[in-house]
């Protein structure tokens, strides 16, 4: 979607602003969001790529209004009552629906860290042949989906060379929506920064975005 | 750059409320073990850091074959030090020479090698960063202090897909004496990103 978190290359977002030893979470909600976040995708009701979504999805003003744990409370939110783990009511009471048995957490203490990185690892042994091959000039496709894409919108319709194969992932377009996995080969491909900018970009550098075979066409 | 004015601490007031009434529910229900939430909390705020990537670094600068190893698989690479987990396979590092300097965001979210740098700071995560720093990567190193010459390459790695950027920072002169460890206490988050260099 062409949503306001698709950011590259936007003005007026301001100065970048920076805090002296930041400390890992600024508050303990922060930290439970957070840990809420990682621990319900144990129950592989959703995806990494439909957790972005849920993010993208919020109204583009509310996302830029809102902190970075703010929004991540808000599209656990949204996950927890799309996949029907809780209801509404439950999330406004604060308290379970009283007649339901209680289930067992899939994750313990000493399980939790293995989880983060076993739960929907996204790369796939899968044998898909690549569509492209490094050194190869590409053009980046000019799409434009209404759902989730890893597409960025600074980068289609230009033209930037295979720099690197990274192997087989599953496609975030149709993941997302629990379409499939798709896998297929991803690359870093390489784009001027003056394919990407114009005249005023430096002739010497470039920006590197990664891109699956289904954003690419050979230019 | 200006310095934070902690705006992201003034959350709505009920905010850390409705949060404590989820996990209620949640824990209520049997849906989350809140052992498990304190665990990975814990590993975050003290196991998992820039530390880990410090250390990485500072083995590259040592060990030149370590070094050979970690440009060509960054995944196998950092378990060799007993670093992973968080999808850390995928890593993918990237080194910065006299003629080319690399910087990571990610413009879509917040994409950031939690497997050898943590949780991302801020500023990384905020909308004034991801949109600037690929349309003026130059400009964005120069508000933290990094004025790079003309005939030096900039590449900034957009973390659009899985794979996770880590930058091997150029070791700075007049180091040759120091031991790997002393040499890891040289190496910030921030030059790992590359939005600062190692100073000695």
Redesign the interface.
């Known amino acids: 979607m062409n949503g306001v978190?698709?950011?590259?290359?936007?003005?007026g977002?301001?100065?970048?602003?920076?805090?002296?030893n930041?400390p890992?979470?600024?508050?303990?909600?922060e930290?439970?969001?957070?840990?809420?976040n990682?621990?319900?995708r144990a129950?592989k009701r959703w995806n990494l790529d439909r957790s972005?979504h849920a993010?993208e999805r919020i109204p583009a003003a509310e996302y830029?209004r809102m902190?970075?744990y703010?929004k991540w409370?808000v599209g656990?939110?949204g996950l927890?009552l799309e996949s029907g783990?809780?209801s509404r009511a439950?999330?406004e009471s604060?308290?379970?629906r009283a007649e339901?048995a209680?289930?067992?957490?899939p994750?313990?203490?000493?399980?939790?860290?293995?989880?983060?990185?076993r739960v929907g690892?996204?790369?796939r042994d899968a044998s898909v042949a690549p569509q492209f091959h490094r050194g190869q000039p590409v053009r980046a496709r000019n799409l434009n989906p209404a759902g989730h894409t890893?597409?960025?919108r600074?980068a289609r319709g230009r033209l930037g060379t295979i720099d690197r194969d990274?192997g087989v992932?599953v496609f975030p377009d149709t993941h997302a929506h629990f379409l499939g996995e798709k896998p297929q080969h991803?690359y870093?491909v390489r784009f001027a920064?003056r394919e990407?900018?114009g005249e005023s970009?430096?002739p010497?550098?470039?920006?590197?975005?990664?891109?699956?075979d289904d954003y690419l066409e050979p230019a | 750059?200006?310095?934070?004015?902690?705006?992201?601490?003034e959350?709505?007031s009920d905010?850390?409320l409705?949060?404590?009434?989820?996990?209620?529910?949640?824990v209520?229900?049997?849906?989350?073990?809140p052992?498990?939430?304190?665990?990975?909390?814990d590993?975050?705020?003290h196991k998992v850091?820039p530390r880990n990537g410090a250390r990485v670094v500072a083995r590259a600068w040592t060990d030149p074959a370590y070094r050979q190893r970690l440009l060509a698989d960054g995944g196998s690479a950092i378990r060799e030090l007993g670093y992973?987990?968080?999808?850390?396979?995928?890593l993918?590092v990237v080194e910065n020479t006299r003629h080319v300097h690399n910087l990571v965001?990610c413009?879509?979210?917040?994409c950031y090698p939690w497997s050898v740098l943590?949780?991302p700071?801020?500023?990384y995560?905020?909308?004034?960063?991801?949109?600037?720093?690929?349309?003026d990567?130059?400009g964005?190193l120069r508000?933290?202090g990094l004025d790079l010459a003309?005939?030096?390459?900039?590449?900034?790695?957009?973390?659009?897909?899985?794979?996770r950027y880590l930058v091997l920072p150029e070791r700075p002169a007049a180091t040759e004496k120091l031991t790997e460890d002393q040499l890891a206490a040289l190496v910030t988050r921030d030059a790992m990103i590359g939005v600062a260099k190692v100073s000695p």
Not at chain 1, 13 to 20: C, I, Q, W
Not at chain 2, 19 to 26: G, M, R, Y
Request: glycine share 6%; hydrophobic share 45%.
């Open positions: 978190h698709d950011m590259g290359g936007m003005h977002m301001g100065p970048v602003e920076y805090e002296d930041e890992v979470f600024h508050a303990r909600w930290a439970r969001t957070f840990a809420l990682c621990l319900m129950w972005r993010i830029l902190s970075y703010e409370f656990l939110v927890l783990l809780v439950e999330i604060g308290a379970p339901e209680k289930a067992t957490p994750t313990t203490a000493e399980q939790a860290v293995a989880t983060l990185s690892s996204p790369r890893r597409l960025p600074y990274h992932f991803v870093s920064a990407l900018w970009a430096s010497r550098d470039a920006v590197y975005v990664d891109l699956w | 750059m200006a310095q934070a004015k902690h705006d992201h601490q959350v709505p905010l850390a409705r949060v404590k009434a989820l996990e209620s529910v949640l209520e229900k049997g849906l989350v073990d052992a498990a939430l304190d665990a990975l909390i590993t975050f705020e850091g992973g987990g968080t999808h850390g396979e995928n993918v965001v413009t879509l979210c917040s943590g949780l700071p801020v500023w995560k905020s909308a004034p960063y991801r949109s600037r720093a690929v349309i990567p130059r964005v508000e933290f003309e005939d030096v390459e900039v590449r900034v790695w957009d973390s659009t897909a899985e794979l």
